[in-house]
């Protein structure tokens, strides 16, 4: 009972629609957000199979695939109980406190927006972007949103989407680090039946799903290479085959994009095409560290607990002192960093005010972040947290004497994913016991 609490005290804090199948593939849980954005009772769906949701049974459940590979993902589906809309799901993996493995599955109804609008802020910096997006929006100008990890880029691309003429078209994402690459393609385009094992119907790209609309491409910079040629054809035409198909399609699609690397660095790297870049880069936009705005620190911590105290169902506050330690605290993961910190707060408090005690900051690391986390803060492009993950990872395939098998099952990550952050680090030219050893 504890565990199911647990769980359910993450989901209500959480503002999108979100649900949790348990490793017998059956729901364990879902939110009340889910239950407002697609009319589904939540108490209703638990314990059911876990593809409750599907319209149409997959033949390759993508649950069952989950726990065998622990591969997070994002695909689309079509929702059922007579709703004429199509979801974006992505699932990542979840523990609860006895270390029990679950998969939390966001899920995005597409056509409709789901967040609230966070371009929240006083400050006289951020008030200038949030002008230059107005301006941007009314026009289809393709945008390159550039900040560090957490900083809001995607509440920045729908809050572009909502004040542009394609507001009553649909915002669909395109998360470039949750698809696989033999499937982008498949995923952006869509394939036709037969294309591939496993295609046993047609299937609808998000390109094509966004016509009329707004395509947000998220974390532009881990896009393979080998898929950007394709994108920017699709982009600068407007058509594209499915996967398997011999008559083109076409879509209409206003282009947002983001990323936290340099893509400037990527080129010179061979890592990103310089045509694609300028194709994206019309009218980049900074949005700024929380750390750098820090008067908007209030606002923004105000908006996020009311949000909270709405999907526990009972009144937040936050204390004098709290509001003091949550000022003068540095967010190395921004706005993201500040949800996470009123939620653990929120959960643990039991008399509704969130005190100081309950802001659980991350212990400073001093001296004592090792030589491996000192050595990886100089490198370039790299916030705090990302430096943090891969001195975990680089101390591990020390340890492990470089075991690519053993580290990604000491991470709960797949190899594919182990490969990816190695290579998104930077690790593999990294000098470790057995570089070779997989």
């Given at each position: 009972?504890?565990?199911?609490?647990?769980?359910?005290?993450?989901?209500?804090?959480?503002?999108?629609?979100?649900?949790?199948?348990?490793?017998?593939?059956?729901?364990?849980?879902?939110?009340?957000?889910?239950?407002?954005?697609?009319?589904?009772?939540?108490?209703?769906?638990?314990?059911?199979?876990?593809?409750?949701?599907?319209?149409?049974p997959q033949p390759h459940c993508?649950?069952?695939?989950?726990?065998?590979?622990l591969e997070p993902y994002t695909?689309?589906?079509?929702?059922?109980?007579?709703?004429?809309?199509?979801?974006?799901?992505?699932?990542?993996?979840?523990?609860?406190?006895?270390?029990?493995?679950?998969?939390?599955?966001?899920?995005?109804?597409?056509?409709?927006?789901?967040?609230?609008?966070?371009?929240?802020?006083?400050?006289?910096?951020?008030?200038?972007?949030?002008?230059?997006?107005?301006?941007?929006?009314?026009?289809?100008?393709?945008?390159?949103?550039?900040?560090?990890?957490?900083?809001?880029?995607?509440?920045?691309?729908?809050?572009?989407?909502?004040?542009?003429?394609?507001?009553?078209?649909?915002?669909?994402?395109?998360?470039?680090?949750?698809?696989?690459?033999?499937?982008?393609?498949?995923?952006?385009?869509?394939?036709?039946?037969?294309?591939?094992?496993?295609?046993?119907?047609?299937?609808?790209?998000?390109?094509?799903?966004?016509?009329?609309?707004?395509?947000?491409?998220?974390?532009?910079?881990?896009?393979?290479?080998?898929?950007?040629?394709?994108?920017?054809?699709?982009?600068?035409?407007?058509?594209?085959?499915?996967?398997?198909?011999?008559?083109?399609?076409?879509?209409?699609?206003?282009?947002?994009?983001?990323?936290?690397?340099?893509?400037?660095?990527?080129?010179?790297?061979?890592?990103?095409?310089?045509?694609?870049?300028?194709?994206?880069?019309?009218?980049?936009?900074?949005?700024?560290?929380?750390?750098?705005?820090?008067?908007?620190?209030?606002?923004?911590?105000?908006?996020?607990?009311?949000?909270?105290?709405?999907?526990?169902?009972?009144?937040?506050?936050?204390?004098?002192?709290?509001?003091?330690?949550?000022?003068?605290?540095?967010?190395?993961?921004?706005?993201?960093?500040?949800?996470?910190?009123?939620?653990?707060?929120?959960?643990?408090?039991?008399?509704?005010?969130?005190?100081?005690?309950?802001?659980?900051?991350?212990?400073?690391?001093?001296?004592?972040?090792?030589?491996?986390?000192?050595?990886?803060?100089?490198?370039?492009?790299?916030?705090?947290?990302?430096?943090?993950?891969?001195?975990?990872?680089?101390?591990?395939?020390?340890?492990?004497?470089?075991?690519?098998?053993?580290?990604?099952?000491?991470?709960?990550?797949?190899?594919?994913?182990?490969?990816?952050?190695?290579?998104?680090?930077?690790?593999?030219?990294?000098?470790?016991?057995?570089?070779?050893?997989?």
């Open positions: 009972m504890s565990r199911v609490f647990t769980l359910q005290t993450l989901l209500e804090s959480q503002p999108h629609p979100l649900l949790i199948v348990d490793v017998g593939l059956h729901l364990a849980a879902a939110n009340k957000a889910l239950e407002t954005a697609l009319g589904h009772p939540a108490a209703k769906l638990v314990g059911q199979a876990c593809c409750a949701l599907d319209a149409e993508r649950h069952r695939r989950f726990f065998q590979d695909t689309t589906v079509p929702l059922a109980g007579g709703l004429a809309a199509v979801a974006q799901v992505q699932g990542f993996p979840l523990l609860d406190t006895d270390g029990r493995l679950f998969l939390a599955e966001a899920v995005r109804p597409i056509g409709r927006t789901v967040t609230d609008d966070l371009m929240l802020g006083r400050s006289p910096g951020f008030q200038k972007i949030r002008e230059e997006l107005l301006r941007l929006a009314a026009s289809d100008v393709p945008i390159l949103l550039r900040g560090e990890t957490g900083v809001g880029k995607e509440v920045a691309a729908e809050f572009v989407h909502r004040h542009s003429p394609r507001k009553r078209g649909p915002f669909v994402v395109v998360d470039c680090t949750a698809i696989a690459e033999d499937l982008f393609e498949s995923e952006l385009f869509g394939h036709q039946k037969g294309a591939f094992t496993g295609a046993l119907n047609d299937k609808t790209g998000l390109f094509e799903m966004a016509d009329g609309g707004t395509l947000f491409l998220d974390e532009i910079g881990e896009l393979p290479l080998s898929q950007q040629p394709k994108l920017l054809r699709a982009l600068e035409t407007g058509r594209f085959r499915p996967v398997g198909g011999t008559r083109q399609h076409q879509a209409q699609v206003r282009v947002v994009s983001a990323t936290h690397r340099d893509l400037r660095a990527l080129i010179a790297e061979g890592g990103f095409r310089q045509d694609l870049y300028y194709r994206l880069a019309v009218a980049p936009v900074e949005i700024p560290p929380l750390r750098e705005r820090r008067e908007d620190i209030p606002v923004i911590a105000d908006h996020l607990l009311a949000a909270i105290a709405h999907g526990l169902g009972r009144p937040l506050r936050i204390d004098a002192e709290a509001a003091r330690k949550l000022l003068n605290y540095s967010y190395p993961g921004n706005v993201r960093e500040l949800r996470n910190l009123l939620h653990l707060a929120a959960s643990l408090s039991t008399d509704g005010i969130v005190r100081a005690d309950l802001i659980r900051l991350p212990e400073a690391t001093g001296g004592g972040a090792g030589p491996v986390l000192e050595q990886l803060r100089t490198l370039p492009g790299l916030s705090p947290l990302e430096a943090a993950e891969a001195g975990q990872i680089l101390e591990l395939m020390q340890s492990l004497g470089g075991n690519r098998r053993r580290v990604a099952a000491a991470l709960g990550v797949s190899e594919r994913t182990l490969y990816r952050k190695l290579k998104r680090y930077g690790l593999n030219r990294t000098a470790y016991a057995d570089p070779t050893t997989t």
